[in-house]
T-cell receptor, first 115, second 112 residues
Framework: DTAVSQTPKYLVTQMGNDKSIKCEQN?????MYWYKQDSKKFLKIMFS???????INETVPNRFSPKSPDKAHLNLHINSLELGDSAVYFC??????????????FGPGTRLTVT | TQLLEQSPQFLSIQEGENLTVYCNSS?????LQWYRQEPGEGPVLLVT?????EVKKLKRLTFQFGDARKDSSLHITAAQPGDTGLYLC????????????FGTGTRLTIIP
């Protein structure tokens, strides 16, 4: 009965490779997010989708491309991986609407290591 | 750019002691949330405060939203090793941009 799940949990790859991270939520939420947490534990939003529509696109290199096939899934594809992409990536979901406060439900994270 | 500064950045105390973590900004937020993150896991929502001056209690944790809705505090009474983790505040400016601004984080360690 996992609420927000991500795969894989760990990802080790070499510079220049392309990789994808998958995320699924079964909470019935309509908004999903990708965050990056750096080594200092600072959590920064990258993208957000509401009902499959991109609504937030922070200053992220265009090597990062999110895709939302439906409102329960949000995947992240990264092209030409660089050393600086090493971080923990979190998927999250929330419910949008009057009386909501964008309270986030996070997945367990994907630790990406680029060598 | 909104910024939420948390203090202290690191805190290590003995079991049974009390502590307070602060979350400060120059911006006004319509609501503010506190999360706790344990190693290897994602942040977990603890509480949301909405009204200026609001106080919420969660067992030994007391959360307060500043009167001007620019700051918040988290007070833990009689800390226990299970309280160890990274505490993050997050503000919602409700300007329709659908995102939270997360604080810089406080890493709390409770020594048995």
């Amino acid at each position: 009965d996992t609420a927000v799940s991500q795969t894989p949990k760990y990802l080790v790859t070499q510079m220049g490779n392309d990789k994808s991270i998958k995320c699924e939520q079964n909470l019935g939420h309509d908004t999903m997010y990708w965050y990056k947490q750096d080594s200092k534990k600072f959590l920064k939003i990258m993208f957000s989708y509401n009902n499959k529509e991109l609504i937030i696109n922070e200053t992220v290199p265009n090597r990062f491309s999110p895709k939302s096939p439906d409102k329960a899934h949000l995947n992240l594809h990264i092209n030409s991986l660089e050393l600086g992409d090493s971080a923990v990536y979190f998927c999250a979901s929330s419910l949008r609407g009057t009386g909501t406060f964008h309270e986030q439900y996070f997945g367990p994270g994907t630790r990406l290591t680029v060598t | 750019t909104q910024l939420l500064e948390q203090s202290p950045q690191f805190l290590s105390i003995q079991e049974g002691e009390n502590l307070t973590v602060y979350c400060n900004s120059s911006s006004v937020f319509s609501s503010l949330q506190w999360y706790r993150q344990e190693p290897g896991e994602g942040p977990v929502l603890l509480v949301t405060v909405v009204t200026g001056g609001e106080v919420k209690k969660l067992k030994r944790l007391t959360f307060q939203f500043g009167d001007a809705r620019k700051d918040s505090s988290l007070h833990i009474t009689a800390a226990q090793p299970g309280d160890t983790g990274l505490y993050l505040c997050a503000g919602d400016d409700n300007f329709g941009n659908e995102k939270l601004t997360f604080g810089t984080g406080t890493r709390l360690t409770i020594i048995p």
